[in-house]
């Protein structure tokens, strides 16, 4: 079983930034993914950015060009930049990976925009 570490979170102010992070206990192996998903009040989680072992990104079209997924292979992590947010990127957000045939979720993060 795979576990997963999330830190960062907090309050921004519409146009600022945010960066969380996303510890795994092992690195990726081909055909595995991480993933950061995001859920607002009264509904599922959404998907908002995942890589693969490869380093394969891809984004809903949400946050493409304002979001960015990237790794850092010695450790294991996982980070979501986050960059000229609105009110509609609050959220939780959680780490996902998809390691060792299942799906592993994080704690999730509560990210707030606003004023």
């Known amino acids: 079983q795979v576990h997963l570490v999330e830190s960062g979170g907090g309050r921004v102010e519409p146009g600022g930034s945010l960066t969380l992070s996303c510890v795994a206990s092992?690195?990726?192996?081909?055909?595995?993914?991480m993933a950061w998903y995001r859920q607002v009040p009264g509904k599922e989680r959404d998907i908002v950015a995942s890589?693969?072992?490869?380093?394969?990104?891809g984004y809903v079209g949400a946050v493409k060009g304002r979001f960015d997924i990237s790794r850092d292979i010695a450790t294991n992590t996982v980070y979501l930049q986050m960059n000229d947010l609105t009110s509609e990127d609050t959220g939780i957000y959680f780490c996902?990976?998809?390691?060792?045939?299942?799906?592993?979720w994080g704690q999730g993060l509560q990210v707030t925009v606003s004023s």
């Open positions: 996902n990976a998809f390691m060792g045939g299942q799906c592993t």
């Open positions: 092992r690195p990726l192996a081909t055909s595995e993914q």
């Open positions: 890589i693969t072992h490869d380093g394969v990104k």
